[in-house]
Structure formats: structure tokens, C-alpha cells
């Protein structure tokens, strides 16, 4: 079974410009993650979704980013403009629901450097 | 104060020695506790969870969990060079992880 597909892998952009990046989840999954981690951080959620519903963006800074989850599989996470500070990995995350609990299983990230 | 507090290393130590990693939390509504192994420019991976006191034991690596004084640790056994990496604690309420900073481990042959 394939795992969490994230690309780009990395992505070197300037400031001020734009940059998206993309996940496919594992098959079957209905709840998928986005997560930043910083260097030398744990990962901490951007948003979260349920199908195509996002439940908890209250991290997302909703000045710049955006993400979208069309008909509940892939989704793209946005930053427009992107500033120095946005210089993280991202993580995407997928999981389901088993023995009352939910396990998340997540992507490879992509490197990102705002110069 | 962060709600979940891990030492970040880095820890050092020699092929087959005993490895303990533990993190510290404040909520006590936190009803989940993982560990992560992430490896060099990987995702993090799933190592352990467990969602009661005390011990859970898989292959050489243990977990151990205090919710009255709000500890939580993994345990190494004979550790590898393949075990070098960062682990991650990681608590659970309701859906939401929160992850601590991670410790990174290298084991030298």
C-alpha cells in the first residue's frame, strides 16, 4: 500500500512570491493533516479535515495560506506572498479511526526556503 | 510554558547501550501518548501509543506512561546505529496531536 505522497519534495522560492505544495493520502483515509515543522520542532497543525470539510484551521494564518481539499482526497496547501519566516518543512498526515483511537501516518514533507 | 516538554539532545551513545527518552506534559486531559521516530528528511513515523499508565513493551522498545506525575518515557534496549534518529513524544485530546520539540539520538558502532 502506497504511503503519503507529497510534492515538491523541495521548493526554493524569493520572497514575496508564491508557492503550493500537494498531497495524495492513503487510500481510504478521510481525515488528512497539514502540519509545519520548524527546524529543531516538533511538527505543529496548520489544518485539519474531515472529507472535503475543514474542522480545525485555527492555526492556519489565514493572511496568507490557503489550503483546499477537493472531493475529500487530495488536497493543496497555498502561501501567497511568502515571507522569510515560512522557511519550514511541510507535512501532510492522513489517518483513520481504529481502536478508538485515530493513527496518523504522514508524508515525506517538502523543503521549503524562502530567500 | 509549553504543554508537552522534551529534552532536544542531543543524545550520544555507544551501539547496544540502554537509551531513555522522556517528555514532560501539563494537561491532563491528554489521553494518548505516542512516540515518533522521524529519520534525517522523513516524515515522522508511528512508533508507539498507548492510553493508560504504565508499560507497553514492543521488540527492544518500551513505553511507559505516569499520568499522576505526568511523565512519559521510551525506552531503548540494545540499541543500533539504525536507531539514530529524533524522537518525538506526542499527546493526544480528542483529535489533536501535540508534539514536543524531539530528541535527536546517535548510536556509534
Known sequence: EAG??????????????PV?????????????????QNLGQGPELLIRYENEEAVDDSQ??????SAERLKGVDSTLKIQPAELGDSA????????????SYEQ??????????? | QKEVEQDPGPLSVPEGAIVSLNCTYSNSAFQYFMWYRQYSRKGPELLMYTYSS???EDGRFTAQVDKSSKYISLFIRDSQPSDSATYLCAMRFTDKLIFGTGTRLQVFP
Open chain 1, 89 to 100: 518543512v511541510y507535512l501532510c498526515a492522513s489517518s483513520f479511526f481504529r481502536d478508538n
Open chain 1, 20 to 36: 503550493a505544495f500537494w498531497c495524495n493520502p492513503i487510500s481510504g483515509h478521510n481525515t488528512l493533516y497539514w502540519y509545519r
Open chain 1, 105 to 115: 501516518y504522514f508524508g515525506p514533507g517538502t523543503r521549503l526556503t524562502v530567500t
Open chain 1, 60 to 65: 492556519l494564518p489565514k493572511d496568507r495560506f
Open chain 1, 4 to 17: 503519503v505522497v507529497q510534492s515538491p519534495r523541495y521548493k526554493i522560492i524569493e520572497k514575496k512570491q
Open chain 2, 54 to 56: 504504565g508499560n507497553k
